[in-house]
Protein backbone atom coordinates (compact mmCIF):
# COMPACT_ATOMS: atom_id res chain seq x y z
CA UNK A 1 0.00 0.00 0.00
CA UNK A 2 1.56 3.57 -0.90
CA UNK A 3 2.50 5.63 2.22
CA UNK A 4 4.23 8.27 3.25
CA UNK A 5 5.35 9.01 6.86
CA UNK A 6 6.65 11.79 7.56
CA UNK A 7 7.92 13.18 10.71
CA UNK A 8 10.48 15.02 12.42
CA UNK A 9 7.94 17.83 13.74
CA UNK A 10 7.99 19.47 17.41
CA UNK A 11 7.90 22.25 19.15
CA UNK A 12 10.14 25.08 18.85
CA UNK A 13 10.77 28.77 19.14
CA UNK A 14 11.14 31.46 17.11
CA UNK A 15 14.67 31.31 15.47
CA UNK A 16 15.08 27.69 16.25
CA UNK A 17 15.51 25.16 14.01
CA UNK A 18 13.87 21.22 12.66
CA UNK A 19 14.59 19.07 10.64
CA UNK A 20 11.96 17.16 9.45
CA UNK A 21 11.89 13.68 7.37
CA UNK A 22 9.46 11.91 4.65
CA UNK A 23 9.88 8.42 3.85
CA UNK A 24 8.24 7.14 0.32
CA UNK A 25 7.50 4.47 -1.41
CA UNK A 26 10.07 3.62 -4.28
CA UNK A 27 7.80 4.62 -6.92
CA UNK A 28 7.31 7.52 -5.91
CA UNK A 29 10.74 8.38 -4.93
CA UNK A 30 12.24 7.28 -8.19
CA UNK A 31 8.91 8.40 -10.84
CA UNK A 32 8.72 12.14 -9.71
CA UNK A 33 10.32 14.99 -7.82
CA UNK A 34 9.49 15.19 -4.00
CA UNK A 35 7.83 18.03 -2.29
CA UNK A 36 6.87 19.60 0.88
CA UNK A 37 3.90 21.49 1.65
CA UNK A 38 1.88 22.89 4.78
CA UNK A 39 -1.20 23.54 6.23
CA UNK A 40 -1.62 26.10 8.71
CA UNK A 41 -5.39 25.85 10.81
CA UNK A 42 -8.26 27.24 8.34
CA UNK A 43 -5.92 27.79 5.32
CA UNK A 44 -5.34 25.50 2.18
CA UNK A 45 -2.35 23.36 1.93
CA UNK A 46 0.50 25.38 0.21
CA UNK A 47 3.29 24.17 -1.29
CA UNK A 48 6.52 25.38 0.42
CA UNK A 49 9.72 23.05 -1.31
CA UNK A 50 10.80 20.74 -4.43
CA UNK A 51 13.07 18.53 -5.41
CA UNK A 52 13.86 16.93 -8.62
CA UNK A 53 15.95 13.43 -8.78
CA UNK A 54 18.38 15.31 -10.58
CA UNK A 55 18.66 17.42 -7.22
CA UNK A 56 17.21 21.02 -8.23
CA UNK A 57 15.91 22.84 -5.68
CA UNK A 58 13.10 24.84 -5.47
CA UNK A 59 11.45 27.14 -2.51
CA UNK A 60 8.39 29.20 -1.96
CA UNK A 61 9.05 32.96 -1.37
CA UNK A 62 8.22 32.75 2.38
CA UNK A 63 10.66 29.75 3.17
CA UNK A 64 13.38 31.11 0.69
CA UNK A 65 16.72 31.21 2.82
CA UNK A 66 15.82 29.71 5.63
CA UNK A 67 14.42 25.87 4.42
CA UNK A 68 16.53 23.31 2.77
CA UNK A 69 15.11 20.38 1.20
CA UNK A 70 17.91 17.27 0.18
CA UNK A 71 17.05 13.55 -0.96
CA UNK A 72 18.56 10.63 0.23
CA UNK A 73 17.82 8.10 -3.29
CA UNK A 74 19.28 5.72 -1.13
CA UNK A 75 16.47 5.57 1.31
CA UNK A 76 13.96 6.93 -0.66
CA UNK A 77 13.67 9.60 2.02
CA UNK A 78 13.38 13.05 1.32
CA UNK A 79 14.53 15.98 4.68
CA UNK A 80 13.08 19.50 4.92
CA UNK A 81 16.05 21.44 7.40
CA UNK A 82 13.91 24.53 8.53
CA UNK A 83 16.09 26.89 10.33
CA UNK A 84 15.66 30.93 11.23
CA UNK A 85 11.83 29.22 11.92
CA UNK A 86 9.02 32.05 12.67
CA UNK A 87 5.66 31.47 14.34
CA UNK A 88 3.85 31.83 10.64
CA UNK A 89 5.56 28.67 9.52
CA UNK A 90 3.19 26.52 12.70
CA UNK A 91 1.27 24.27 9.95
CA UNK A 92 1.21 20.47 9.76
CA UNK A 93 3.84 19.59 7.37
CA UNK A 94 3.65 17.02 4.76
CA UNK A 95 5.46 15.94 1.49
CA UNK A 96 4.27 13.92 -1.53
CA UNK A 97 5.43 13.29 -5.20
CA UNK A 98 4.94 16.49 -7.32
CA UNK A 99 1.93 15.63 -9.20
CA UNK A 100 1.73 12.82 -7.61
CA UNK A 101 -1.48 10.40 -7.17
CA UNK A 102 -0.87 9.09 -3.85
CA UNK A 103 -2.61 9.58 -0.80
CA UNK A 104 -1.76 11.84 1.56
CA UNK A 105 0.24 11.10 5.00
CA UNK A 106 -0.67 11.93 8.29
CA UNK A 107 1.99 14.70 8.53
CA UNK A 108 4.12 16.03 11.20
CA UNK A 109 3.15 19.31 13.01
CA UNK A 110 5.60 21.95 13.05
CA UNK A 111 4.73 24.35 16.14
CA UNK A 112 6.67 27.75 16.64
CA UNK A 113 6.01 29.80 19.66
CA UNK A 114 7.07 33.52 19.56
Known amino acids: QVQLVESGGGLVQAGGSLRLSCAAP????????MGWYRQAPGNQREWVAM???????DYADSVKGRFTISRDNAKNTVYLQMNSLKPEDTAVYYC????????WGQGTQVTVSS
Open 96 to 103: NGMGSPAP
Open 26 to 33: GYIFSRYA
Open 51 to 57: ITNEGNT
